[in-house]
């Protein structure tokens, strides 16, 4: 059975840091790109970043300030933010990708991530 279970949201002040994880299981975690996709109140989802084989991605609104990376020896995805703004506040989720397409099959239960002063 797949499971993506996030942790690492919180209450950060703008300006501030936090690093989301993903515990990934069930699956070769290695083998599969990941991404993290995030929802904000009475949004719709939107894109954060992806990581592959092929590299790594990133929106336009948190390129320079966020980091995506993996561990394939702990099974863990990760999202380091730094500089953080109102605006990224949201639930965080971190999603598995069919292998060749950009099109999530697993996803987590999410973080909830709160920027402010």
């Known amino acids: 059975e797949v499971q993506l279970v996030e942790s690492g949201g919180g209450l950060v002040q703008p300006g501030g840091s936090l690093r989301l994880s993903c515990a990934a299981s069930?699956?070769?975690?290695?083998?599969?790109?990941m991404r993290w996709v995030r929802q904000a109140p009475g949004k719709g989802p939107e894109w954060v970043s992806s990581i592959s084989n092929s590299g790594t991605s990133y929106a336009d609104s948190v390129k320079g300030r966020f980091t995506i990376s993996r561990d394939n020896a702990k099974n863990t995805l990760y999202l380091q933010m730094n500089s953080m703004k109102p605006e990224d506040a949201a639930v965080y989720f971190c999603e598995k990708v069919v292998a060749g397409t950009d099109e999530p099959d697993y996803w987590g239960q999410g973080t909830q991530v709160t920027v402010s002063s």
């Open positions: 069930g699956f070769t975690f290695s083998t599969y790109p």
